[in-house]
């Protein structure tokens, strides 16, 4: 994946090996978030290291090939909804499965703030439902918020009954100061 240092790529192994992953594809894969905001908070990655979506593409500039494929780009997006299908499907078969990740968060932290998270997602009434819709997010730069040099997007699952907030009203509320949490 990359020489540098990157936790996306120096653990995507032991995550895939651990079944840690929600869904995978040929360039792309998914875990669960270990500082979610909602229950089922994933994140999804590209296997290639990438700090943004013009690195994706560079892989298929050529036009022969970019005939044949589609580019990591379409691979990487087409994974989102995916990952949605797949933690909707994760709920129903299992509705227990999140919550024992998240006991298992809160009882091995790999840092203290994820045995906080969890705690609150152990406690959160939309733990064992399924999501019937999501919010994607990004963060591009320091300044936005991104603190991983590899680009990922932000899944959160949602589910009826809740604060049904879209992301430009939770920005806007961020932004202003207005923030409450959602349960």
């Known amino acids: 994946m990359t020489d540098k240092k990157c936790v996306f790529c120096d653990n995507y ?28 908070h994933a994140i999804v990655i ?12 560079e892989t298929t500039r050529d036009l022969d ?14 994974t989102i909804p ?7 499907e994760s709920i129903k078969r299992d509705p227990e499965r999140l919550a024992n990740f998240y006991e ?7 840092f203290p703030a994820a045995k906080e998270y969890a705690e609150l997602m152990l406690k959160h009434p939309a733990l064992r439902q399924v999501p ?13 918020g991104q603190t991983m040099e590899h680009l990922h997007a932000h ?10 907030e879209g992301i430009v009203t939770a920005m806007r509320n961020f932004l202003s100061g207005e923030v409450e949490l959602g349960f």
């Not at 590209?46 to 593409?57: C, G, I, M, Q, R």
Request: include cysteine.
């Open 46 to 57: 590209p296997k290639k290291h990438a700090v943004s979506f013009v690195d994706l593409e």
């Open 65 to 78: 090939f970019a005939k044949k494929y589609p580019s990591m780009l379409e691979t990487y997006m087409e």
């Open 132 to 144: 019937e819709g999501y919010n994607v997010g990004f963060n591009f730069g320091k300044s936005a």
């Open 155 to 164: 899944i959160f699952p949602r589910v009826s009954g809740e604060k049904s």
């Open 82 to 88: 995916q990952t949605f299908e797949a933690i909707q």
């Open 13 to 40: 192994e032991m995550w895939r090996k651990n079944g840690v992953l929600i869904n995978q594809g040929t360039d792309t894969y998914a875990i669960w978030c270990v500082t979610p905001s909602v229950p089922g």
């Open 104 to 110: 298992s968060l809160r009882d091995n932290p790999p």
